[in-house]
T-cell receptor, first 113, second 119 residues
Framework: GESVGLHLPTLSVQEGDNSIINCAYS??????FIWYKQESGKGPQFIID?????DKRQGQRVTVLLNKTVKHLSLQIAATQPGDSAVYFC????????????FGTGTQLKVEL | EPEVTQTPSHQVTQMGQEVILRCVPI?????FYWYRQILGQKVEFLVS????????KSEIFDDQFSVERPDGSNFTLKIRSTKLEDSAMYFC?????????????????FGAGSRLTVL
């Protein structure tokens, strides 16, 4: 029969609330981080990035926080909208170390009306 | 807005058959990548390609796989003798600069993917 993939962590929020999506990255030497959004049937789309010399970066309705001590990234989405429903992945790059973009495990965000 | 286009969007094949997935990267980009995503799992790096040669490949990218840039616009992934576990979504991506040296949305631009189903 068909194999079943891993179930992604799911975050359900009410429309208009703020969302916080967390990610633990794997390589303490990684120095560049990106959040991607993946809607059903589509490829990953860039949301926001941050370099390791920063701990916070803000975009339009989104904020990324980086805690290098515990290798943790978070993505905050303000005033979550139905169009924000998607799977969110963090990704890390070690620049100068092959510059390979490595994705973390995604989180499914569901926005309830 | 420039985009990465992939064909076919979905391919069904029998185990043991060869498959070629095609990608047209953004025209002025210099670096090309293939990633795959097994259903419900994370996106995994397969291979990167620059200056007509592989620059890095993962342990997944074994002798079963090959990549080619046969002309100035296409970038292909060939899977020889497909296995059931090759069933996945395959994403092509491209970038103008080496990943991490650009910024913002210029890091990598992904295509919509090609779904491969091996029966």
């Amino acid at each position: 029969g068909e194999s079943v993939g891993l179930h992604l962590p799911t975050l359900s929020v009410q429309e208009g609330d703020n969302s916080i999506i967390n990610c633990a990255y794997s390589n303490s030497a990684s120095d560049y981080f990106i959040w991607y959004k993946q809607e059903s049937g589509k490829g990953p789309q860039f949301i926001i990035d941050i370099r390791s010399n920063m701990d916070k970066r803000q975009g339009q309705r989104v904020t990324v926080l980086l805690n290098k001590t515990v290798k943790h990234l978070s993505l905050q989405i303000a005033a979550t909208q139905p169009g924000d429903s998607a799977v969110y992945f963090c990704a890390e790059i070690l620049t100068g170390g092959g510059n390979k973009l490595t994705f973390g495990t995604g989180t499914q965000l569901k926005v309830e009306l | 807005e420039p985009e990465v286009t992939q064909t076919p969007s979905h391919q069904v094949t029998q185990m043991g058959q060869e498959v070629i997935l095609r990608c047209v990267p953004i025209s002025n980009h210099l670096y090309f990548y293939w990633y795959r995503q097994i259903l419900g799992q994370k996106v995994e790096f397969l291979v990167s390609f620059y200056n007509n040669e592989i620059s890095e490949k993962s342990e997944i990218f074994d002798d079963q796989f090959s990549v080619e840039r046969p002309d100035g616009s296409n970038f292909t992934l060939k899977i020889r003798s497909t296995k059931l576990e090759d069933s996945a979504m395959y994403f092509c991506a491209s970038s103008l600069r080496l990943a991490g040296t650009g910024s913002g949305a210029n890091v990598l631009t992904f295509g919509a993917g090609s779904r491969l189903t091996v029966l």
